[in-house]
């Protein structure tokens, strides 16, 4: 597959990838500085901020809001912490209509403290996700169920291939249902999305031998987001040792020919967890380097 370098102004920001040394409003106004047009927030910096304050910050900026982070971490020991997870999501939900988010963002959850039962792990997954995708439809809100890496299906997301995340979308939003508008990332219209899709990482899916054909199975409905980073070898922590674009083994390139292929035209949202690296570095550096290596590799 031949495939053209990115266009620099589909870039958006993930605010994991500077969390620890910028709180939100200057991770808005360096994405304003920097000329990253988007913008994905994290519940805990949007809290700080307060979401009125930080959509009227985002709107002043120009910027798109590509996603929330995050929904889900739906299975719990027992009802009421079921109920509290579902009631959480909901929340999540309004504040993600408010921002103008293009979607919600689920982190699944694994199995409950204690527990062996995956199956059961999965199965509240599902009901959680039922229960909350009618607030998700009356809000205009998409939500996207993010696939993560196999080795996070004990703690953080008991689904963990493209191919598991949309069984769900299919078993619960038969067709697409409830479709509505979204942009491509030059201001246009593109393809509309179904309520409930993907966000595809390819940090946790690039590994996948079923790849190619569920990204084509998924198409521009269900495609909601695309996140990029890189795998380093050797890994030196499960969870906060991503690699910024061009230092792993993740074709990016191909991977967005793939989603692009299927009909997505949104942004890409750098995500990157790196406490031993990215997180050490001061943010504007960091920024710069994501959108020259943006343009390079993907």
């Not at 920001?13 to 047009?37: E, P, S």
């Not at 910027?63 to 929330?68: K, Q, R, S, Y």
């Not at 993600?96 to 699944?108: D, F, K, N, R, Y």
């Not at 499960?238 to 292929?261: F, Q, S, T, W, Y």
């Amino acid at each position: 597959m031949s495939v053209t370098p990115a266009d620099p102004r589909a870039l958006s920001l993930n605010t994991a990838t500077v969390k620890v040394r910028w709180d939100l409003a200057r991770m808005i106004d360096g994405c304003a500085r920097h000329g990253i047009r988007g913008i994905s927030p994290w519940r805990d910096k949007l809290a700080e901020l307060g979401v009125g304050e930080a959509a009227r910050r985002i709107r002043a900026a120009g910027l798109t809001v590509t996603g929330l982070c995050r929904g889900g971490m739906f299975p719990a020991a027992d009802e009421a912490g079921r109920r509290a997870a579902i009631d959480d999501n909901r929340r999540a939900i309004d504040d993600a209509a408010e921002l103008g988010a293009q979607c919600l963002v689920l982190v699944v959850g694994g199995m409950p403290a204690g527990s062996k039962d995956l199956a059961g792990a999965r199965a509240q997954v599902r009901d959680g996700i039922a229960a909350v995708l009618p607030h998700a439809r009356a809000a205009g809100v998409p939500l996207a169920i993010e696939p993560l890496h196999p080795m996070y299906a004990a703690d953080r997301a008991c689904v963990n291939t493209l191919g598991q995340a949309l069984d769900l979308c299919d078993a619960l939003d038969p067709g697409g249902a409830g479709v509505h508008a979204r942009a491509a990332a030059d201001g246009g219209a593109w393809a509309p999305a179904a309520v409930l899709g993907v966000a595809l990482d390819v940090y946790h899916v690039w590994w996948d031998p079923d790849l190619d054909a569920q990204v084509a199975r998924a198409g521009a409905a269900r495609l909601h987001a695309f996140h990029v980073c890189d795998w380093l070898v050797p890994t030196r922590d499960l969870l906060e040792d991503r690699g910024m674009m061009g230092d792993g083994v993740i074709d990016l390139r191909r991977l967005r020919g793939l989603v692009e292929a299927a009909g997505y035209r949104g942004l890409h949202e750098c995500e990157i967890f790196s406490s031993r690296d990215w997180w050490q570095r001061d943010p504007d550096e960091v920024l710069a380097t994501m959108k020259a290596r943006h343009a390079a590799h993907c």
